[in-house]
């Protein structure tokens, strides 16, 4: 179905459902009372606030919802849904979205927000945990940038604030993880 206004908006009955589905979350509580948005710490960088999102899953906006930038500057702080007066777990939906968005290939103009959340996972798959130098030195190579920000990581480094080493205890456990949630997924 679609409506006409200033442009024509894809309604997607089907799409609301499948993020309902696999959220698990009952988006449809939602009563727009904006207090995930205004405790969000990446509103600012964000073209629609979680509360709009969480709009468009409810009416099928399909095109709107996948396609902001939204759902790539989430920090999935949980920030959004430890707030909601009607606890939907609002950082899950925007976990799903994100899936969804990946599974059918959908292209945004995310900047580089899709490869650092792609280099985010792998790092966190291999190493057990965030390693802060190898994901900012991956991002300035594969964006073309090798020496961004390097005289601010020297100086961090100085400080204590970035390690030079990954500090990694146990190495496979994280990868045993991912490996379960794929035989799940299946
Ligand atoms: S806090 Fe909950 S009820 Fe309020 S706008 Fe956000 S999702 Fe909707
Ligand atoms: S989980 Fe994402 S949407 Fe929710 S408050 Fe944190 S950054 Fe904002």
């Not at 679609?2 to 908006?9: C, E, L, S, T, Y």
């Not at 405790?39 to 073209?47: K, L, N, Q, V, Y």
């Not at 509360?51 to 899953?57: F, G, I, K, S």
């Not at 400080?159 to 205890?169: A, C, D, E, V, Y």
Request: aromatic residues 8%; charged residues 25%; positive net charge.
């Amino acid at each position: 179905m679609k409506i006409v206004g200033q442009k024509d908006v894809k309604l997607d009955k089907a799409f609301m459902e499948e993020v309902a589905k696999r959220s698990g979350e009952n988006v449809f509580l939602c009563y727009q009372c904006r207090k995930c948005a205004s405790g969000c710490p990446s509103r600012m960088f964000m073209d629609s606030t979680p509360t709009e999102l969480m709009r468009y899953v409810q009416l099928g906006m399909v095109d709107e919802a996948m396609k902001t930038n939204t759902i790539w500057y989430c920090l999935s702080c949980q920030t959004c849904s430890a707030r909601c007066p009607q606890d939907i777990d609002i950082a899950h939906v925007v976990d799903t979205i994100r899936i969804l968005v990946q599974e059918k290939g959908i292209k945004a103009d995310t900047k580089n927000m899709r490869l650092f959340n792609r280099l985010w996972m792998n790092i966190l798959k291999y190493a057990g945990r965030m390693y802060e130098l190898a994901l900012t030195g991956m991002l300035n190579v594969f964006t073309g940038r090798p020496f961004k920000d390097m005289s601010l990581g020297i100086k961090m480094m100085r400080k204590g604030k970035l390690k030079l080493l990954p500090s990694i205890r146990k190495p496979f456990a994280m990868m045993k993880m991912f490996s379960r949630a794929k035989r799940l997924k299946k």
